[in-house]
């Protein structure tokens, strides 16, 4: 028989493969590529967020034990006043009224509603935390009578707690 008389079809290649739907190692391998960034990107900012306070918390044993240093209680409620108002900004940013340019007992008023303690205890308006308002002002050689642990204590505390989040807060 000859090959014009058998009539027959030409060779076809199978189609080509396609590359969806992809093969399940390539799901298993996006998969894991997903969740290591993801993983990396929550580390990261769970880490940012703690920053602050690590920073304040250094700052603040740097203040302790330079007044365990010195015993100078007028360079303790300095520097006490100026970590304080340096965290209110960094607490409460986009705040219309972030305390630090409150003066007097609007200062010690804020800084006692702004702390999650309870309402009852007014711990910056007593004796203690009044020191707060004159002690930034007087010099350094200046003789304040005042338990300094206390303010320590107070200061401590509301530094390192949670904080009320009031954006615009009003005294």
Known sequence: MNEQTLNLRDIHLPDAISWWPLAPGWWILL???VSIILFIFIARRI???KQLKRDIHSELQEIKSTFQQTQNKSQLAKSLSV???RASISYYPGAKNNGAGLTGQQWLTWLDNTTQRSQETRQFQSDVGNVLINAPYLP???DLDFD???L????ESWLLTKHKKTQGHST
């Open 152 to 155: 320590i204590e107070i200061s």
């Open 148 to 150: 300094a642990q206390a």
């Open 140 to 142: 350094d050689t200046a």
């Open 47 to 49: 880490y940012k967020s």
């Open 83 to 85: 970590l304080l108002r």
């Open 31 to 33: 998969a894991t590529i």
